[in-house]
């Protein structure tokens, strides 16, 4: 009789249950990890969407509810003694690690529960986003402790991993494992329009982001905005719903481009409406390495991005998509106005970077290279 393999045991943890990159994230992973070998178990606050998913995948959740809350003393208390607990009733051989707060008090409780590898993945700093310098040195401090406490930080692009370079004693201890993704069904172009109520003749510049300051999204809206003179069938839809949604409501309003500028709020499984888009735009201020870019580039878009983060690590300028620099509206409005004026230069700069997200952003290449960290 054959003994029977014991598997790895991997226990995710991740602060927020929707459905952003970091989720993303969490999602291929617990899914695509090879059953025979490992027993994927996440750990998050909320029952968002991407728990949601995870059921649909036979992939087991534990509920930590007080992740999900603002941070605050108390509460990073309780949340700290929740998953000191869960690790000793879960005996994981891996923890994995994502998200500012989970990734904190997680790596000190898996520190003081034993467990035997402790992995974190830096999705981006949050030391970079506009905050006074009080908080953005404390945010750097607790972010060097979290590497210091884990036995591998995993960063999503280099640019994550050149924010480190710096930091007292953790050498060796940071590597580079970019993100990867697969294709996915897309709806035909004219399906996607009319389930979106875009005209079939228009030039639509689409968006796929949560609402949040760090996607830049006021500098697409204004883009857009000098352009619609010049091109009255142009066309700006943004799928995503959070914390922003009045303030661009407003901006749309005070443009005068209800009707043209679309916030179409949360789309389940968005990416499958991308042939609606004639190019796809990400204005982020603060980037790790977008998901979405990879998403855009499955479905052969051209893509005006920002030079930010993990961002030119998949765009090369005029290569593979325009760059242009955070916060500039009229260098955005002006790449955007080009791709307009030239279909050549979308279809050359689409298939590119179709080209290089097959070749360097797989999934699978992903997945192998994070196994071995685990081992």
Not at 4 to 18: D, G, M, P
Not at 167 to 195: C, M, Y
Not at 310 to 331: F, H, M, Q
Request: proline share 4%; charged share 25%; with cysteine.
């Amino acid at each position: 009789m054959e003994k029977e393999v014991r598997k790895t045991k991997v226990l995710f943890v991740i602060t927020k249950s929707n459905f952003g990159g970091a989720q993303h994230y969490v999602y291929d992973l617990a899914r695509e990890l090879p059953r025979a070998e490992f027993e994927a178990v996440v750990a998050c606050g909320g029952a968002g969407v991407l728990v949601e998913k995870l059921t649909e995948a036979r992939v087991r959740t534990i509920l930590v509810p007080s992740l999900a809350r603002d941070i605050s003393i108390l509460r990073d208390v309780v949340s700290f003694f929740a998953l000191w607990k869960l690790f000793i009733i879960e005996r994981p051989y891996v923890v994995h690690l994502n998200s500012a707060k989970a990734s904190g008090l997680g790596a000190l409780a898996a520190r003081l529960a034993f467990v035997p590898r402790i992995v974190f993945t830096a999705h981006g700093w949050a030391f970079n986003e506009d905050r006074s310098l009080l908080s953005r040195m404390t945010i750097k401090l607790f972010s060097w402790l979290t590497v210091i406490l884990t036995h591998k930080t995993i960063a999503v692009s280099e640019a994550v991993k050149n924010d480190t370079q710096k930091w007292p004693f953790i050498a060796g201890k940071v590597t580079t494992i970019h993100n990867g993704t697969e294709g996915v069904a897309r709806l035909s172009r004219e399906d996607a329009r009319q389930a979106l109520s875009l005209p079939l003749d228009s030039f639509v510049v689409g968006t796929i982001a949560e609402l949040h300051p760090n996607k830049g999204l006021t500098f697409g809206i204004e883009a857009v905005a000098n352009l619609s003179e010049k091109h009255p069938n142009i066309y700006y839809i943004i799928l995503g719903d959070g914390e922003e949604k009045g303030r661009l409501d407003a901006l749309v309003e005070a443009q005068g481009l209800h009707g043209r500028v679309l916030l179409s709020g949360f789309v389940k499984d968005a990416s499958r409406y991308l042939k609606a888009f004639d190019c796809f735009v990400l204005p982020s201020v603060k980037e790790g390495l977008p998901y979405v870019i990879l998403e855009a580039g499955l479905a052969e878009l051209p893509v005006v991005a920002t030079s930010t983060g993990g961002i030119p690590e998949i765009i090369e300028d005029k290569k593979t998509g325009l760059l242009v620099p955070a916060r500039n509206i009229d260098a955005l409005a002006k790449n955007l106005d080009d791709l307009i004026a030239s279909p050549t230069l979308s279809t050359s700069l689409a298939t590119a970077l179709h080209k290089k997200v097959r070749d360097n952003f797989s999934l699978n290449g992903m997945i192998e290279r994070t196994i071995k960290i685990y081992q």
